[in-house]
């Protein structure tokens, strides 16, 4: 029996917005690490190692297992981690090589991983319900036959897949595209993972997971370090940000306000480049910007802010340091990938996203996921139009909607075209209070069931998740 005290724990409210006052209670028992902004280097993600490789594919070994992280200087600090890293290490995968990933799970509970952004046989997407349990082995393959892009891997077993990823179970997957090499953007050591996030420490430097509790989650982390600096060379680096947050958003922004480039989003690579002062990154979502840090004096601090921080700690994320020059023969040119046409669509669906308020269950339709249930019926190789609704007004609650499988396109928010990064291929969508969001999506390559859901973690794990079916 779910007491309502428990309920009001899964009800998770985030973003900026009224809290309930189970979470404010909690807060206030539980004070934050105060973490000294811009005193640890930035931590370069390292890169995967596979254990064999063939004339087709790259294996790869994983341990999933509670670990320690040095966090905060001299604290140890309890995490789950792939390989005794966190976040995880990057695998790197070249398109036209496959990945297997065999994962053997040493938590004390099943978990699942899931690659986000990938189109993979239903067998290898991580399914909510085909978890692996503890002592247990699975293999995950990946074609990596689409476009090139940003992806990243995470747990996904329903109702801990919050709880797994905020305690560290996340890590970036890059998809390299030869054709996305001529280009000559900013590579190598110029190519920078950021995966950026927030979490609520105890005063013991423990993590602290309640579902739902947003308030209390004021600690900034990028890569796993607090607010760190990174020591920069005076010329262009792309920078890929990737929202591992459970529930909070960013508005990021350089300090002196300058421009970044917006070169790519969820899918990989925008049509063209986008120039913006500020974009902003969803939980899920991904951005792949270029920043030009030879307008910057050797010397120069600049800051990369948030501005939805609501409070100081969450107002800035990081301090690029100028500290050298350097040369530079990188460019981003005028036209990057064309969008892929994703046909006409033959079908429109409506989704409405809404909170239970009697339940504290954040539902899809009126209804909490069930894996014995196929929401949506879908043919195989046709497109459809998604209009999705966000129906929490009061208390006005964002969602953000990712389907599995697919990368879509944005066509109009609240019935106005969208710009920046959502110009580009998409697998999650933010949607807010009181609006109506359109996709097009174009199912092709496999049948089976697939999931959906919102990728506010917090709420996919009290039942904001339904199922699709593709077949012929
Ligand atoms: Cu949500």
């Known amino acids: 029996m779910v007491s309502r005290r428990d309920l009001m724990k899964l009800t998770g409210l985030g973003g900026a917005v009224a809290l309930l006052p189970f979470d404010r209670a909690i807060s206030a028992l539980m004070p934050t690490v105060a973490a000294t902004p811009f005193a640890a280097p930035l ?41 005794g890293n966190f976040p995880a290490a990057t695998i790197v995968a070249r398109r036209g090589r496959e990945v297997s990933v065999t994962h053997t799970n040493s938590l004390a509970d099943p978990t699942v991983a899931h690659l986000h952004g990938a189109h993979v046989a239903a067998s290898s997407d991580g399914y909510p319900m085909d978890v692996v349990n503890p002592g247990g082995r699975r293999e995950y393959r990946y074609p990596n036959t689409q476009l090139g892009g940003s ?98 958003a960013f508005r990021l922004k350089l300090a002196d306000g300058s421009a970044m480039t917006l070169i790519g989003s969820d899918g990989g690579l925008l049509p063209a480049p986008v120039t913006a002062p500020s974009f902003d990154l969803w939980p899920g979502e991904r951005v792949e910007v270029v920043v030009d840090f030879s307008r910057y004096a050797v010397g120069t601090q600049v800051v990369l802010g948030n501005d939805l921080g609501e409070v100081d700690s969450t107002r800035s994320v990081m301090r690029f340091d100028v500290v050298r020059t350097a040369t530079d023969t990188s460019l981003v040119p005028a036209a990057l990938r064309p969008l892929p046409d994703l046909g006409t669509p033959t079908a429109t669906r409506d989704i409405q ?36 609704t966000n129906a929490d007004t009061a208390p006005a609650i964002p969602h953000n909607l990712h389907l599995h499988l697919v990368q879509f396109q944005v066509l109009d928010r609240a019935g106005a075209p969208v710009g920046g990064h959502e110009t580009g291929l998409k697998d999650t969508v933010t949607v807010p209070p009181g609006a109506t969001v359109r996709i097009k999506v174009r199912f092709d390559g496999y049948e089976g069931r697939y999931v959906y859901h919102c990728h506010m973690l917090d709420h996919s794990a009290t039942g904001m998740m339904g199922q699709m079916e593709i077949t012929r």
């Open 353 to 388: 996203l809404k909170l239970d308020l009697s339940t504290g269950a954040f539902q899809f339709d009126g209804k909490v996921f069930d894996s014995t249930r196929v929401d949506q019926h879908i043919k195989l190789g046709t497109t459809e139009i998604w209009r999705i």
């Open 151 to 248: 992806f990243w891997y995470h747990a996904h077993a329903h109702h801990t897949e919050a709880e797994q990823v905020y305690r560290g179970l996340a890590g970036c997957y890059l998809l390299k595209d030869p054709q996305e090499a001529a280009l000559g953007l900013p590579d190598g050591e110029y190519d920078v993972s950021l995966m950026v996030r927030d979490a609520h420490f105890d005063d013991a430097g423990q993590l602290v997971y309640v579902n739902g509790d947003f308030n209390a989650r004021t600690t900034l982390l990028v890569n796993g370090r607090p607010q760190p600096y990174f020591q920069v060379a005076a010329r262009k680096y792309r920078l890929r940000f990737v929202n591992c947050s459970n529930e909070r």
């Open 43 to 83: 931590r370069i993600l390292p890169v995967a190692r596979p254990v064999r490789q063939n004339a087709t594919t790259d294996f790869y070994e994983v341990a999933v297992a509670e670990t320690t992280a040095e966090i905060f200087p001299g604290v140890q600090t309890k995490v789950f981690t792939y390989n």
